[in-house]
């Protein structure tokens, strides 16, 4: 049942309370969906508006949506957005203090809110249960819902027990999120939490404003560097290393180069963590070098860059780091490089980990599709988006579109490359194997004789950099593994085995360095969409405004307003508020509480 105080259309609460004027896709369907009582499950790319599902539902109905929510920041970041707009949200988690957490129970009780926050650990824990029992409950909304799944990649055993709502609770409808979920997860899914298949909503995974770049880790540092100084010169952005040294190294290193560069890494203290990462929400232009322990809670929506210095675990764990650049529809970038010592390092955890038999394969063949990934000669963006099920034409916003790479029949190559691993008794790395292709010698081939074999020097029509992205693109393709308990020792695959044997044809890219792009083109993303000498002036000073004002409030900028929501104020030059009401991202509230200090700006700089 709708109440009064808010209206009946959830079209109006759109509008009233966020500002925008049309839904998303998919979204006006789930929203009908979830408000006519049914459980549902929704797969909608990173910044789709997935929030939106069940906040306006929870706005439309009478009692209260529990949204159960991985991790505690993410749940204070949504909260603090959602009372901007005066909506009746909460938390509960471990911090919240004994008087606070009386009087939202008692809230609870009342039925006078809308959203609560909580852990799944909160959810199952403390008899909250219990009290749930006693309470007006018209929603439980699972974000991040790929935890459930043991197949998924962040399984979280408390998501497993989630189930139990269903049995608990048959008559309150349950709506699974996720951004990142292949079909096997989906199904899951759908399994642990009692949803029917036919009241699934896929709105597909593409993030069009995402650019995505790959490139072979041959000097990481100054790859890193002139990506940041050529496209994000003066963005916030997200680096992230594998291992908490290179974090620690990377950002210093930053610093040097005159970035502002802060270390994010599980080994410091928690108030330090607290620190970086209240700066890095509240400060323009910060740079964060992490471990993938920072993130998930980040809900910042002007990260304009997400650069991998090391290979993600998987394509679902890559697209969802990259999914946390560009959360407002502006463009943002997707840049990593990578090498065979990834590959080994990546073997290596999956299997030293505690995970079954069947995981470990399973986790191979996810770290198989990211190589395939990597080396691909197609449109990346088609890759990435097949994995999940999508189909698309090429993009044109990637890499291998804007440059498309070179093939040559590799066959000759390949079967040099084969035949080297297989002479030196699959027993060496990359590095080696490539000397002896070259016929550069070396301590190691003298000492093992191997420039005496027949294959010494029969691959001098190649380079160095040309044979190391061969054997790359021979792992990628499943011609070759990394014994990773040999020293990275390259073996043979059966495939590469019949490969040989078969005499089998194959075309391999040609290994070209990317075009560069001239130095005084460098500026920030935000530069580049505002050409207009006054438009820009327009935006700084909306922009200093915007800072003043969360300063006062002690929030994040953009809980004020997005960076998406200045451009727009810029380059519409609104004069009344009636005008400035039209401008998407101003609801009701905002517009009350900032719109003569953002006239004023408009009108003393136009």
């Excluded at 990934?373 to 916003?397: H, K, S, V």
Aim: hydrophobic share 40%.
């Amino acid at each position: 049942m709708a109440k009064d105080c808010i209206g009946t259309a959830h079209a109006q609460i759109l509008k009233d309370v966020f500002g925008y004027d049309e839904f998303r896709a998919n979204q006006d369907d789930i929203i009908t969906h979830t408000i006519a009582g049914k459980s549902g499950f929704v797969l909608m790319p990173t910044g789709g508006g997935k929030s939106l599902c069940y906040q306006i539902p929870a706005m439309a109905m009478d009692g209260c949506c529990i949204v159960i929510s991985p991790l505690i920041a993410l749940m204070q970041d949504q909260v603090l957005q959602l009372k901007e707009l005066n909506v009746k949200a909460e938390t509960l988690n471990s911090a919240t203090p004994a008087e606070d957490r009386r009087r939202i129970i008692a809230q609870l009780y009342d039925g006078s809110l809308d959203l609560l926050y909580v852990s799944p650990e909160r959810l199952l824990g403390d008899g909250f249960l219990d009290i749930l029992d006693n309470c007006p409950i018209n929603l439980f909304a699972i974000d991040e819902a790929h935890c459930v799944s043991q197949w998924g990649h962040d399984f979280r055993p408390e998501y497993a027990q989630l189930g139990t709502l269903a049995t608990r609770y048959p008559n309150i409808p349950r709506l699974a999120l996720t951004a990142t979920a292949d079909e096997r997860t989906r199904k899951d899914i759908l399994r642990v939490l009692n949803i029917n298949e036919d009241s699934s909503f896929i709105s597909g995974f593409d993030r069009p404003n995402i650019k995505y770049f790959v490139t072979p880790k041959n000097n990481p540092k100054k790859e890193l560097e002139q990506f940041i100084s050529t496209y994000h010169a003066r963005d916030s952005g997200i680096i992230y290393c594998l291992s908490r040294k290179k974090v620690e190294q990377t950002a210093e290193w930053l610093k040097e180069q005159g970035y502002n560069a802060l270390p994010y890494h599980a080994g410091m203290a928690d108030g330090a963590r607290a620190d970086v990462q209240e700066r890095f929400l509240k400060e323009e232009q910060i740079i964060i070098v992490a471990t993938i322990a920072f993130g998930m809670g980040i809900n910042k929506p002007d990260v304009r860059f997400v650069a991998h210095l090391d290979l993600p675990a998987n394509i679902e764990s890559y697209y969802q780091e990259t999914g946390r650049a560009g959360r407002d529809g502006l463009p943002a970038t997707a840049w990593m490089t990578y090498g065979m010592q990834d590959v080994a390092l990546r073997g290596t955890m999956i299997e030293s980990s505690n995970a079954s038999g069947d995981q470990k394969f399973v986790e191979k063949q996810k770290l198989s599709a990211l190589l395939g990934y990597c080396e691909t000669l197609r449109c990346r963006r088609q890759i990435l988006l097949n994995y999940f099920g999508d189909d698309i034409a090429p993009c044109g916003n990637c890499d291998i579109c804007e440059n498309p790479p070179e093939s040559f029949d590799g066959t000759l190559a390949a079967q040099k490359a084969l035949s080297a691993i297989y002479r030196t008794g699959q027993r060496f790395g990359v590095a080696h194997t490539v000397n002896i292709l070259i016929g550069k010698e070396s301590e190691q081939t003298k000492r093992f004789g191997h420039d005496k074999l027949n294959v010494w020097g029969k691959g001098k029509e190649h380079g160095q950099k040309e044979w190391q992205s061969i054997f790359r693109q021979l792992h990628a393709l499943g011609l070759i593994s990394v014994d990773m308990d040999n020293y990275s020792a390259l073996k043979l695959t059966a495939e590469g085995a019949a490969f040989i044997k078969e005499k089998q044809e194959i075309a391999l890219r040609v290994e070209k360095s990317r075009k560069a792009i001239r130095s005084e083109e460098a500026a920030s993303m935000i530069e580049r969409m505002l050409t207009n000498e006054n438009d820009q002036q327009i935006f700084d000073a909306l922009r200093s405004k915007r800072a003043e004002l969360a300063k006062a409030q002690n929030v994040p900028p953009y809980v004020i307003f997005h960076d998406k929501t200045l451009i727009h104020m810029a380059k519409v030059k609104p004069q009344t508020p009636s005008d400035l009401s039209l401008i998407p991202g101003i609801g009701a509230s905002k517009l009350g509480r900032y719109g003569d200090a953002f006239l004023d700006v408009i009108a003393g700089v136009a």
